[in-house]
């Protein structure tokens, strides 16, 4: 029951943030999510918070509704980006 009550709380709080969009979440709050499998994105971003945001979309895209990155690099600094997240339910 704790359970099921966490996970309706955690729900709540990001339906009520966003209606449409893909919400990030922490890996603990993942725990208690079912997941879709995974996305990755190469992108030309001025930064990481773009680059990010580039990924939610295609989050989005998926018809996920949470989305957790796990992996972002930069070579050599530039604005070419490769971001990759797990999906989820």
Do not use: C
Not at 2 to 14: D, E, P, R, Y
Not at 53 to 67: G, T, V
Not at 80 to 86: C, L, N
Request: hydrophobic share 40%; aromatic share 6%; charged share 15%.
């Amino acid at each position: 029951m704790k359970v099921s009550t966490t996970l309706a709380a955690l729900l709540l709080t990001f339906s009520v943030g966003s209606a449409y969009a893909a919400t990030q979440v922490t890996s603990q709050q993942a725990s208690q999510l079912q997941s879709m499998g995974s996305i990755s994105k190469s992108v030309q971003a001025i930064d990481l918070d773009d680059a990010v945001n580039a990924l939610a979309k295609q989050a989005e895209s998926e018809n996920a509704s949470y989305y957790r990155v796990i992996a972002a690099e930069s070579p050599d600094n530039s604005n070419s980006w490769h971001v990759s997240a797990e999906i989820y339910r």
